[in-house]
């Protein structure tokens, strides 16, 4: 029986947030890294449920999409979920707090209208960034955002900002700098064993 697999593209993007969760869980998984006439072969088998990636393939050759939902699948099989209901559903709620960030980088990003498009930047940057970030340090009282414990809250947060205005790269982002809970934070994800070996060796590209 082979092992997990993971679909995406050779980016970052959405499919980073599951690599990320598959580290910080200690699960192997073959990082399969599709696009061009490969990916539209895949596509074509049916295989993927949306037709789109990421999705991901378990041992018993079961399959699974939307990035979210196979991240939380992935902590659950590997111990990184809140074990109480309501620390799980603020570990939710933190979620969609990030996947409402993510929502607005991807209107600005395919934004055709120059104008429009930096009209969302200063937007974003200005305005809906820091009153988001405000937000979650109000919700960070401990090391993590649920308890003393890695959740898969954690790792949405420090992959998209890691992702977006870090660049993939492994010094804080700048946005952060103005809360230092959120700094301390953000260092505490990058040096949990398996997340920092998998930041070591993940291929660089440019989303």
């Given at each position: 029986?082979?092992?997990?697999?993971?679909?995406?593209?050779?980016?970052?993007?959405?499919?980073?947030?599951?690599?990320?969760?598959?580290?910080?869980?200690?699960?192997?998984?073959?990082?399969?890294?599709?696009?061009?006439d490969a990916?539209?072969?895949?596509?074509?088998?049916?295989?993927?449920?949306?037709?789109?990636?990421?999705?991901m393939?378990?041992?018993?050759?079961?399959?699974?999409?939307?990035?979210?939902?196979?991240?939380?699948?992935?902590?659950?099989k590997?111990?990184?979920?809140?074990?109480?209901?309501?620390?799980?559903?603020?570990?939710d709620?933190?979620?969609?707090?990030?996947?409402?960030?993510?929502?607005?980088i991807i209107?600005?990003?395919?934004?055709?209208?120059?104008?429009?498009?930096?009209?969302l930047?200063?937007?974003?940057?200005?305005?809906?960034?820091?009153?988001?970030?405000?937000?979650?340090?109000?919700?960070?009282?401990?090391?993590?955002?649920?308890?003393?414990?890695?959740?898969?809250?954690?790792?949405?947060?420090?992959?998209?900002?890691?992702?977006?205005?870090?660049?993939?790269?492994?010094?804080?982002?700048?946005?952060?700098?103005?809360?230092?809970?959120?700094?301390?934070?953000?260092?505490?994800?990058?040096?949990?064993?398996?997340?920092?070996?998998?930041?070591?060796?993940?291929?660089?590209?440019?989303?």
């Amino acid at each position: 029986m082979s092992g997990y697999k993971l679909y995406y593209f050779p980016a970052r993007g959405r499919g980073e947030a599951c690599r990320l969760s598959f580290a910080a869980a200690n699960i192997e998984f073959e990082d399969v890294r599709l696009e061009g006439d490969a990916w539209a072969k895949e596509k074509a088998s049916g295989r993927p449920p949306f037709g789109q990636m990421p999705f991901m393939v378990t041992p018993e050759g079961k399959v699974l999409a939307q990035s979210a939902t196979m991240m939380k699948y992935i902590c659950k099989k590997g111990g990184l979920c809140p074990g109480d209901d309501y620390d799980e559903g603020v570990a939710d709620m933190i979620c969609d707090g990030v996947t409402d960030l993510w929502n607005a980088i991807i209107k600005m990003y395919y934004e055709k209208d120059e104008t429009k498009k930096e009209e969302l930047s200063k937007e974003f940057n200005g305005t809906t960034l820091p009153a988001r970030l405000e937000n979650f340090n109000a919700l960070l009282k401990s090391p993590f955002f649920v308890g003393d414990k890695l959740t898969y809250a954690d790792i949405m947060f420090f992959d998209f900002f890691n992702n977006f205005p870090g660049k993939g790269k492994l010094e804080v982002p700048e946005q952060l700098s103005k809360f230092p809970k959120l700094v301390e934070h953000y260092k505490q994800v990058c040096d949990v064993p398996g997340i920092k070996a998998w930041l070591g060796k993940r291929p660089e590209t440019e989303h």
